[in-house]
């Protein structure tokens, strides 16, 4: 009976060890993971890729006919994007010269600006902030996180469609704390004497975090200039709330 007791405890802590084992890995693999549901879906279960242009898609999340997605990303994301770089940048149909970004990529212009750790080095997960579905190895669409179709419609295009209110959202990895606030402005409008008449004002209230954060683009205040075009006057970025309960997600299925 004793033997039976140690052997039944034996086991029973051979299968606790092994959960607690599988659980650390998984925390060690992935340090964010995100849920959400995509209005208006109409594609079918799909992989989405995490990774940004000219790599090779690395699939980390899925989202099913329900429209319901999940997203988990990876820690260490800055190594996992300069290996996809190194490998892109090795190739002979290699096109351009893939590098890691710094905070100017995401955040210019810094004129102006209060940067706690300026040589922070950073990794944008998606592309244009957004995640392309995959079915069957194919492309077929792609989910954005942000406040309309319109808005996210003109942050991919702003030469073409005309600015309207609104918010993105995107998922950056920081290998350090840093921290960026201030305000800066840029001309939207000069006199033929290079006077400025109106400029367009941009806040800053960012700290990113060791590991993932999500940040906040938004576009607060439009107004038409002289020749009757729409521009942007007030914009800001933040790292500010729990933006996780808020984020709606929009697909664009591919032609």
Known sequence: MIKYIYTSLLIALLLFSNSCK???ETTLEYSNSITGNVMDYDGNAAQLNIMG???DPLFKGE?????VLKINFPNQFISTSQAAFDKYNSSGDAGYELSAIGLEDVFSPLENLTISNPDAKIALAGKYYGFETYENGNRTGRIFPGSSKEFITYNMNPEKYDPVVGHFYMWLYSD????INGTNSSPVEV?????VIKESKREYHVTLNEGWNIVK???SAIEKDSHGDLQVMKSAFTTEGNYKNEINWHYFQLP
């Open 191 to 195: 006199d033929e004497s290079g006077m």
């Open 217 to 219: 683009y938004s576009v």
């Open 63 to 67: 989202v099913n006919t329900n429209g």
């Open 176 to 179: 350090s704390v840093t921290s």
């Open 53 to 55: 242009f000219f790599v």
């Open 22 to 24: 599988e659980k650390a």
